[in-house]
């Protein structure tokens, strides 16, 4: 940290080098895999253990899109449906790059 800098500008926390170069590394690395493998049905595992499965429909440089069915368990509010908490056909998941640990094809 920079002793010239006021105290509200210091950084709070700075990312090592080797880290951060290590970092881009990988999501060099995972973009370049969902990018050749979009359209593609997929299982992701992220880090926090949660299991997706769906269709890769696009990617960018923070975010794999994955199309999710019934299948994947996940309900979300809809006042309009017939069910407040109805399962919802083609949802769109945004995962972050960071996040995901394993992605196999189906």
């Known amino acids: 940290m920079s002793p010239n800098l006021p105290q509200s500008q210091q950084p709070l926390y700075q990312a090592d080098p080797a880290f951060s170069q290590s970092v881009k590394s990988v999501h060099e ?25 769906g269709v890769i429909v696009n990617i960018d440089e923070g975010h794999l899109y994955l199309q999710v069915g019934q299948s994947d368990n996940r309900a979300f509010f809809n006042p309009w449906g017939p069910s407040p908490w109805a399962y919802q056909q083609n949802v769109i998941l945004p995962l972050v790059l960071y996040n995901l640990l394993v992605i196999s094809l189906l």
């Open 29 to 53: 690395k995972l973009y370049n895999v969902c990018h050749h493998h979009n359209s593609r049905p997929v299982r992701i595992q992220m880090m926090n253990g949660q299991v997706h499965e």
